[in-house]
């Protein structure tokens, strides 16, 4: 049993690094970002750090569709996501709890 456990533990293991690896490779691109200070932040402005200017926010026009931002059903939107989250939170964990409860109560049997 001990020898399954640790084999399970060491594949669970390698799969959550394995998991990492696309965030990892994602911040790609910045031989110099972290080699040099950063300028000072102009006035008015935050910096951030990223030795550019703040980009003037574009028009909603520019942006992708999105299910936010669609007029129409944003409550439908809303209803559904309060409605997974109360799902995951209270019901999904009682229906475990009582799945388990059954199985312990007809274990002695």
Do not use: Q
């Not at 640790?6 to 799969?15: E, G, K, N, P």
């Not at 995951?88 to 388990?100: D, Q, T």
Request: charged share 15%; aromatic share 8%; hydrophobic share 45%.
């Amino acid at each position: 049993m001990k020898l399954i456990a640790t084999s399970v533990l060491r594949a669970l293991a390698a799969a959550a690094v394995l998991g990492l690896v696309p965030a990892v490779l994602a911040h790609g691109g910045e031989e110099n970002a972290h080699s040099a200070p950063a300028p000072a932040p102009a006035a008015g402005g935050h910096g951030g750090g990223h030795g550019h200017a703040m980009d003037p926010p574009r028009p909603d026009s520019e942006y992708p569709p999105n299910y936010f931002s669609h007029p129409d059903h944003k409550a439908v939107i809303y209803a559904h996501i309060a409605l997974m989250v109360l799902d995951w939170v209270f019901i999904l964990p009682a229906g475990k709890l009582i799945r388990y409860v059954c199985s312990w109560k007809n274990r002695g049997s």
